[in-house]
Each structure stands twice: as structure tokens, then as C-alpha cells.
């Protein structure tokens, strides 16, 4: 993976505006097979949205890939070079908050189609929640390329439509490219007005210290955990388990689940 930014310049956008594009970064082969797998997830969430009565008819969106798909978590592992701005954002550690996508075609919408963030409680300065968004197809305005309010991070209260519409820029760029952003910038998915779908995987980032919203250490395995990159370990999220037995608690430091350096 390369990325098209260097540290201060990344640094000095996310805060002025609170959000970057890392142009094509995603090698190709890897992204065509995030695509494949992202129509294999769907068939799989969908069954069980309607085997449980949650299924709407809105736009096809699937969670929780890692542990499902086997690209998903070669994402995490190719995209090693994000470290270092990751620990910049978050000024130390952070983990794999969710990791989910869409399938957004003409003529339906999905909740992330309205004006929203990604964290119910506004955080200010303090670096909670990274929103990352994987282009899997060439966004642009007519395919619904995100709406983002630059500089909205800086402010708690929800604008209106009027006013995140009449500023509001487009996130484009080629397949492959990484959308970032603080997450509490307002943003939007923009109308699919194309033939072709749209479609992308969303790897949200927090502080070690938040529940996760999936138990992604457990979907992956425990016992895959020393196979992985040390990098993939900690995002995936294999250092900052939550202990369930005395004897998982009582563990010397470097087998404790909740490692030390986490914050
Ligand atoms: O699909 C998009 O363009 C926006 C995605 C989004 O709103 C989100 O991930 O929170």
C-alpha cells in the first residue's frame, strides 16, 4: 500500500478540515477481491437480517467482514502503512472499532444517506473514533461520492440541510483510494444516480480503551492471534480483550488480554 500524503501534510488537513483522501492506495488485485467478497457478505448478512425480521430495502449494506472474508482482514494487514497516522490522530494506540461496507445502487438509499456522525456523543479535541472509508469503485459525484462539511468537527451542533448542502465537498477518487476522516465531521452518502454500483468497506478506528462493536479477536480466532503481524494483532484488537475467567485475569503482564500500553 502506498499513500499519497506525508505525515505533517495529513496532520495539518485533519485539522483544518478533519478529512483526507489517500489517492488509489489500495493495491488493485486486492481490491477486486474486497469486491467479490463484498457480494459473498451480503448473501450471508442477508439471510440472517431476514432470518431475524431486520431486513429493509435499503441499499445493501453488510458488517462486521473481518472474520467473515478473508480480504477483509488482508485489508488490515496491507494497510500497515496507515500506522503511523493512525497513532498521530489518536496520539498513541488504537484498535478496529467496525469494519462493515455498502453496495449502493441507483434508485435506493441507506441510513448513511443522511446528514450524521459516527459518534453519538461529541468528542472535541479528544481523538475517540477515526471514520476510514475504502473506494471499491471509482466514487464520483454522479455515483454518490460523500458529502463532508469541512471544519464541522470543530463544531457540536448538527447543521441543517440548507447549510451542510450549500458547503458540503465530495469525497472523489479512483478505486483503491481510502476516504479519512475525524469522526465527528457531519457527513453524507450521496444518491447513486449511475447503472453501475458503488461500492465500499467502512474500517472505523478507536482508543483501545472502547468496546469494539464486534468481538472481532474472537470472529478471527484467539488462537490465530500469534500468526499475525504484530501490526494486525493490535488492530484487530487481540490486546485489549476483556478477561472472562480469574485465570484469564490473573496472567503476567505479557499474556494479560488488556495489555499495559494500551492507554
Ligand atoms: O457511503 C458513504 O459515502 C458514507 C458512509 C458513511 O456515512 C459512514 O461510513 O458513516
Redesign the pocket.
Known sequence: MKLSLDLPTFAARMEETGWVVFEAAVPADLVERMRAELEEAWDICRAIQVKNGVASDADRTVHHLVGLKPSFLEYVDASEPLEPYLEHYFQGRCILNSL?G?I?TRGHTSY??RI?R?IRSYSGDMPLLL?T?VMLDDFTPEN???YLMSGSHKRAEKPDDDAFYAVAER?VGPAGSILVFNSNVW????NNTTDRVRR?V?P?YCKPFIKQQFDYPRAVGYDRGPELSAYTRQIVGYNARVPATLDEWYQPPERRMYKGDQG
Open positions: 462493515g455498502a449502493n448513511a444517506q450524521h459516527d471514520n472509508l454518490g461520492a460523500t469525497a457527513h453524507a452518502g450521496g465500499s467502512t472505523m
